[in-house]
């Protein structure tokens, strides 16, 4: 079975800093992987999102992460926070077949300090 | 577009009473689902479909139904409430296959 686990469930930055929110699956194959984000009372939105090809996938906000099949990891990071930023930040897992089911971690909580 | 609603936004409930969560979406996306989030939990699957008469288990399906009987329309039935199930419940679409899926604003559930 798939998982997915986000390592800290909190993680505080200053602004300017570089922002790394870790996440690691566990999957028999390589999957499609995802960061959402969840602004305060709100729905989540994608970040983007890793299928096939380039291992480096840029997404909004200025926001990447890459792709490590040897060590099963997709971590999120950005250059310089903004304030703006802060936010819970999900990564989730699908396998390849249509019906597969998308699972999600438990979340990381980024706050920017000013 | 309206994308994907949700209805209620909020909601109380006794023990024992059931409900409907109200779910459609108006993109024609095959694919649709069912989460609840709790603190430090993330988001755990209770069902999901990939497309009109087909629906499956996730994580957590315990205590709810579903149906899919149009493309449109996925709700989620509480049978019985229990405390245990107060959350906040977000309903997803997407096309099948690799898309994204599309979140609803949620539904606040409190189980008293």
């Known amino acids: 079975a798939q998982s997915v686990t986000q390592l800290g469930s909190h993680v505080s930055v200053s602004e300017g800093a570089l922002v790394l929110l870790r996440c690691n699956y566990s999957?028999?194959?390589?999957?499609?992987l995802f960061w959402y984000v969840q602004y305060p009372n709100q729905g989540l939105q994608l970040l983007l999102k890793?299928?096939?090809?380039?291992?480096l996938v840029k997404g909004i906000n200025g926001f990447e992460a890459e792709f490590k099949k040897s060590e099963t990891s997709f971590h999120l990071t950005k250059p310089s926070a903004h304030m703006s930023d802060a936010a819970e930040y999900f990564c989730?897992?699908?396998?390849?077949?249509?019906?597969?089911?998308?699972?999600f971690g438990s979340g990381t909580r980024l706050s920017i300090r000013p | 577009n309206a994308g994907v609603t949700q209805t209620p936004k909020f909601q109380v409930l006794k023990t024992g009473q059931s409900m409907t969560l109200q779910c459609a979406q108006d993109?024609?996306?095959?694919?649709m689902s069912w989460y609840r989030q709790d603190p430090g939990m993330g988001l755990r699957l209770i069902h999901y479909?990939?497309?009109?008469?087909?629906?499956d288990q996730g994580e957590v399906p315990n205590g709810y139904n579903v149906s899919r009987s149009t493309t449109e329309d996925f709700p989620l039935r509480l049978l019985s409430a229990a405390p245990s199930q107060t959350s906040v419940y977000f309903c997803?679409?997407?096309?099948?296959?690799?898309?994204?899926?599309?979140f609803g604003p949620g539904t606040r559930l409190t189980v008293t």
């Open positions: 989730a897992v699908r396998g390849y077949s249509s019906a597969s089911k998308i699972i």
């Open positions: 999957s028999s194959v390589p999957p499609y």
């Open positions: 890793y299928t096939t090809g380039a291992t």
């Open positions: 993109m024609n996306h095959e694919y």
């Open positions: 479909s990939v497309g009109a008469g087909i629906t």
């Open positions: 997803a679409s997407m096309i099948a296959g690799m898309g994204e899926q599309y």
